[in-house]
């Protein structure tokens, strides 16, 4: 199986910054990789496809971007709705495989 | 609009089976592979099965394969899980997707 490991597992941070949150896969995925955004009892929102596609909807202060096998996350201007769980997400191959999570608060 | 609806859960003995059901609309749903993905309490995402969109494909992850089936109406526009041998471990909230769309999700809770 594709393992997903996700760093950080929680961060806090200041309205205004800049966060980065990373997922490594165990193999190559390719671009076969997503990021999701997860409030507390609600399901996920699909925020990246594609490792770096934008999904209709969502603010360009998300960005992901892709290094050989580490995929990153980044929300710029942070604002209090962006807090929540973060998941990646492999869809390379099956089993598909999360991240463990990422979960950001705001100071 | 793309809409995802789950029903079905509720509480289970272990050992019991239980059927999930997604009811689709907004969309052609003949034309999509559908998932299920779960997630237990305070827990991550764990992807369960695939179908593909005429049902001739299913993927399982090796936890449940020979205990669940994922299998679809499309005439009906709904998806289902079948859930045999129910554990503990299976005990998650389980949620219907579709590139990216997911349902509300419904609660499967086993317990004696």
């Known amino acids: 199986d594709i393992q997903m490991t996700q760093s950080p597992s929680s961060m806090s941070a200041s309205l205004g910054d800049t966060v980065t949150i990373n997922c490594l896969a165990s193999q190559d995925i390719g671009n076969y990789l997503s990021w999701y955004q997860q409030k507390p009892g609600k399901s996920p929102k699909l925020m990246i496809y594609?490792?770096?596609n934008l999904e209709d909807g969502v603010p360009s202060r998300f960005s992901g971007s892709r290094s050989g096998s580490d995929y990153s996350l980044t929300i710029n201007s942070l604002g209090y709705d962006d807090e929540g769980i973060y998941h990646c997400?492999?869809?390379?191959?099956?089993?598909?495989?999360f991240g463990g999570g990422t979960k950001l608060e705001l100071k | 609009e793309v809409q995802l609806v789950e029903s079905g859960g509720g509480l289970v003995q272990p050992g019991r089976s239980m059927k999930l059901s997604c009811a689709a609309s907004?969309?052609?749903?003949?034309?999509?592979?559908m998932a299920w993905v779960r997630q237990a309490p305070t827990k991550g995402l764990e992807w369960v099965a695939t179908i593909s969109y005429d049902g001739s494909s299913t993927y399982y992850r090796d936890s449940v394969k020979g205990r669940f089936t994922i299998s679809r109406d499309n005439a009906k526009s709904t998806l289902y899980l079948q859930m045999n041998s129910l554990r503990s471990e299976d005990m998650a909230t389980y949620y219907c997707?579709?590139?990216?769309?997911w349902g509300p999700g419904t609660m499967v809770t086993v317990s004696s």
């Open positions: 907004g969309f052609t749903f003949s034309n999509y592979g």
């Open positions: 594609g490792a770096t």
């Open positions: 997707t579709r590139d990216g769309f």
């Open positions: 997400h492999q869809y390379y191959e099956y089993p598909w495989t």
